[in-house]
């Protein structure tokens, strides 16, 4: 079975500062998909970054970017110029391509504090 | 489109308590997803259906939980009766099967069982 690990339960970043989230994950499978997830307190589930993992160019979004790592199964999460409206928790998760195998299993999260 | 519409937003409840909970996938979403979260575990897929049909229900905790999807547009999670371990926050999220990497959320119902 798939796993996902977040080894940081908190992590604090200044404002306009860059900060690196750490995600591992554990699979058999060749063909994936891998996701950042970002929860307000509003409790909303936001998509913030994916990855296919047959793609060895890592995924961009504005201040978001990732470094994938496929053979290391690490698959973390730079912010960059950090702004208030980032304080969150993030959630890594795992998709199979399987069509048997549909659901995300996320990581326990980290929560980000932006300081200003 | 108006997203995953889940009600009610907050329940408060008190043990042994029948609690229902809905959801509205998006229109034309043909997947939808019932997650549990919590500080302890995190979130954890309760069940999943595909086409209106149960695919895996290996998440679901006990015999106390049940969940259906009568058509297309709306989806229960009922627990009956209810206990104070129950006491999470419940998502439901929807996606086109075919596109397994868009998965869309609710926000989500907070449940507090007294």
């Known amino acids: 079975a798939q796993t996902v690990t977040q080894s940081q339960p908190e992590m604090s970043v200044q404002e306009a500062e860059t900060v690196t989230l750490s995600c591992t994950y554990d699979?058999?499978?060749?063909?994936?998909?891998l996701f950042w997830y970002k929860q307000p307190p509003s409790r909303q589930m936001i998509l913030v970054i994916r990855?296919?993992?047959?793609?060895?160019q890592n995924a961009t979004e504005n201040r978001f970017s990732v470094n994938f790592q496929k053979a290391a199964k690490s698959f973390s999460l730079k912010i960059s110029d950090s702004q208030l409206g980032d304080a969150a928790m993030y959630f890594c998760?795992?998709?199979?391509?399987?069509?048997?195998?549909?659901?995300?299993?996320f990581g326990k999260g980290t929560k980000l504090s932006v300081k200003p | 489109d108006a997203g995953v519409i889940q009600s009610p937003r907050h329940e408060v409840t008190e043990m042994g308590q029948e609690v229902t909970l809905r959801c509205k996938p998006i229109?034309?979403?043909?997947?939808l997803f019932w997650y549990r979260q919590t500080m302890m575990r995190g979130l954890e897929l309760l069940i999943y259906?595909?086409?209106?049909?149960?695919?895996?229900d290996s998440g679901m905790p006990e015999d106390r939980f049940s969940a259906k999807m009568p058509n297309a547009s709306f989806s229960t999670l009922k627990i009956q009766p209810s206990e104070p371990r129950d006491s999470a926050v419940y998502f439901c999220?929807?996606?086109?099967?075919?596109?397994?990497?868009?998965?869309?959320f609710g926000s989500g119902t907070q449940l507090s069982v007294l």
């Open positions: 999220a929807s996606s086109f099967r075919q596109d397994v990497e868009k998965l869309f």
């Open positions: 699979t058999s499978e060749s063909d994936y998909y």
């Open positions: 990855q296919e993992a047959y793609k060895q």
């Open positions: 998760a795992y998709r199979s391509v399987r069509r048997s195998q549909g659901n995300l299993i």
């Open positions: 229109s034309g979403h043909n997947s």
């Open positions: 259906f595909n086409n209106n049909v149960p695919i895996d």
